[in-house]
């Protein structure tokens, strides 16, 4: 299954975020795993399962984070961005879903 990974510092809005994206994504009968992670955890997840992510997305409140992670996504060609913050903040997950979806392609 393709995979859509959130990676944030605690996860709380992160996870309402997921929600929301994962309801969209079964309106739009879109196939993907959407979860959430701790940003520090990352590589491991890469190692795990970086055959199978499609995007990453980071929460707002590590983009300073960017730079960094970028280096491990690009290892695995796998796009990166930082959430939009309107997006985020208001818990569209339509619009996260639409950001994600739109580095895919």
């Known amino acids: 299954m393709k995979r859509i990974v959130l990676a944030c510092s605690a996860g709380m ?5 997921v929600t929301k ?4 994504a079964a309106a739009r009968s879109l196939d993907y795993k959407i979860y959430a992670i701790p ?5 491991d997840e890469l ?4 055959s ?6 980071l929460g707002p409140q590590v983009r300073f984070k960017l730079n960094e992670n970028k280096k491990l996504t690009d290892e695995w060609q796998i796009p990166i961005a930082v959430i939009d913050t ?7 997950g339509a619009k996260v879903l639409d950001q994600a979806l739109g580095l895919v392609q």
């Open 47 to 50: 190692q795990n399962y970086g």
């Open 52 to 57: 199978d992510i499609v995007v990453v997305l």
């Open 13 to 17: 809005s992160t996870s309402l975020v």
């Open 86 to 92: 309107v997006a985020y903040g208001t818990l569209n």
């Open 39 to 43: 940003e520090q955890n990352l590589r």
């Open 21 to 24: 994206m994962e309801k969209e």
